[in-house]
């Protein structure tokens, strides 16, 4: 439905500009959170500026009421016949639909400036995460402006939570999952930011939880397990997380299935481990580590339980016996079936990461000494390699400049297990992880904290994984 709204004139004296506004606007639905849009921007209790830009002289500029959580935008230093409008977006900046031309008007004769009415950023009643942008054209020019992408700083008050919100603009509500389809990467997605819950006590976003588990908890083989037992242990590992915020025994109940389901994968072949998938073809690092942890995990929250701790204690003896933890204490991708022997295969980042977080955990549920000895001593490794932390700033070998495959997400599980063993160390990482946090804030960030792949810069571009693993590194710097 099409709402026309009447003219509102409202007008405001100023040494450079007469602004009269107009709240004429044609779109699809009005958003009224704390107030309707197209409400007069001369009532905003707050003005901040983050993004502005120019077009033949003229400034175009995105204003943001942070009390309320809307915008609105301006055109100045120019002549009758310019225009300037919002768009809105709530799949950060991909697309905005309906959500363009919002409060559409032009200067009128004698002004050199005009401005729109107010507009929400998000949708609270439908759960909408926005960011808005000002757009504006001269009258008498047909080419078109537009700043950068914005928004309020509701639920985005520190890099923590602004990150955990740039994650959400990228949560489908259809599906229930990050970008549309993100199975595995999604529960890391997911992981993140129930972490962020943890850390910062924001739970606006802990819808999130149900909405996932109840579009796709019958997907595939249900309860979260497929023929890749390292996603069904990615997933199993969220819902331990979503359990501990919630208290929903439905979780726990889900994540022990995913551990049975990885279990059922186990056999004698060279001397134990599970497979990378149902066809039983490979061993490797991320699922049997994956398995230790979930395991260990498990046991931590189910009083009496024996069996999910000799579970992860067994896998954490075979894991040993296979070499993949190197001379160097880098952990390589997994074994040869043939020699059953460390493949010498790449090191990831995430094999480190996953590997130190399983050792974490079973030291805390067995009082491993040891465990916790070689988690620090991979922790270290990981962190002063030149390989893998060039100038000290973690990065993946073949790091893409651009946001897509599996790799992207692979940091975020590598400093996830490494924030997981600086908390058991009492800070030995606290510089590493900040210095980190620090290099991707300053130069892998763009203006509504979307970060990309690169934490040493520059920013090209991003996706729910190199989302997911910036809020990751955000979550475990001190």
């Known amino acids: 439905m099409t709402i026309r709204r009447l003219a509102v004139v409202v007008v405001l ?11 004429t606007a044609a779109q699809a639905a009005t958003i009224c959170n704390r107030y309707c849009d197209g409400r007069d921007a001369g009532l ?84 909408g995460v926005g960011v808005l942008r000002a757009c504006g054209k001269a009258g008498d020019r047909p080419e078109i402006a537009c700043t950068a992408w ?32 993100g199975w595995w990467t999604g529960a890391n997605a997911l992981t993140a930011l129930v972490d962020t819950i943890k850390r910062s006590g924001m739970r606006s976003y802990q819808y999130a939880i149900a909405a996932t588990y109840d579009k796709n908890v019958n997907a595939r083989q249900g309860q979260f397990r497929n023929e890749f037992l390292d996603d069904t242990g990615w997933w199993g590992l969220a819902w331990v997380n979503a359990y501990d915020v919630t208290g929903d025994s439905r979780y726990l109940n889900t ?56 579970r992860a204690q067994a896998g954490w003896t075979w894991f040993k016996s296979t070499g993949m933890l190197n001379a160097e204490n880098l952990v390589n991708d997994g074994i040869n079936m043939s020699t059953c022997r460390n493949n010498g295969d790449v090191t990831w980042t995430y094999n480190q990461g996953v590997l130190i977080n399983a050792l974490v955990q079973l030291h805390k549920l067995t009082g491993d000494a040891d465990a916790l000895a070689t988690a620090r001593r991979i922790g270290t490794a990981l962190t002063t390699s030149g390989y893998l932390s060039p100038g000290g700033i973690l990065r993946e070998p073949n790091e893409p400049d651009t946001c897509s495959g599996d790799g992207v ?69 001190p």
């Not at 004296?13 to 709240?23: C, D, E, K, M, P």
């Not at 049997?288 to 995990?297: C, G, V």
């Not at 030995?428 to 040493?456: E, I, K, P, T």
Request: hydrophobic content about 35%.
């Open 13 to 23: 004296a100023s040494t450079a500009l007469v602004q009269v506004q107009t709240t």
């Open 44 to 127: 905003a209790p707050a003005d901040r500026v983050p993004v502005s830009t120019t077009l033949y002289g003229r400034s175009f500029r995105l204003h943001v009421n942070d009390t309320d959580a809307m915008a609105w935008a301006s055109a100045e230093n120019g002549q009758a016949g310019d225009e300037v409008w919002l768009d809105r977006s709530f799949d950060g900046g991909r697309g905005w639909g309906d959500g363009s031309r919002l409060g559409a008007t032009t200067t009128p004769a004698g002004s050199t400036g005009w401005r729109t009415g107010q507009f929400n950023v998000d949708d609270w009643g439908s759960t």
């Open 150 to 181: 914005a928004r309020s700083n509701w639920n985005a008050w520190d890099r923590r939570t602004a990150a955990a919100t740039a994650l959400m603009m990228r949560f489908d509500r259809g599906t229930g999952l990050f970008d549309t389809t």
């Open 255 to 310: 994540a022990r299935a995913d551990a049975d389901w990885m279990h059922s994968y186990w056999d004698t072949r060279c001397g134990g481990g599970i497979y990378w998938k149902t066809d039983r073809a490979g061993k490797n690092a991320i699922q049997n580590s994956l398995y230790i942890q979930l395991n260990a995990a498990l046991s931590q929250r189910i009083a009496g339980d024996t069996v999910y701790r000799q």
């Open 409 to 477: 997400s692979f940091k975020g599980a590598a400093v996830r297990g490494l924030g997981a063993l600086n908390a058991a160390t009492g800070g030995a990482y606290n510089a590493y992880l900040q210095r980190n946090a620090d290099s991707a804030y300053a130069g892998d960030r763009n203006s509504f904290d979307a970060y990309g792949s690169h934490w040493a810069g520059p920013w090209r571009s991003t996706n729910h994984s190199c989302q997911h693993s910036a809020l990751d590194l955000l979550n475990a710097a």
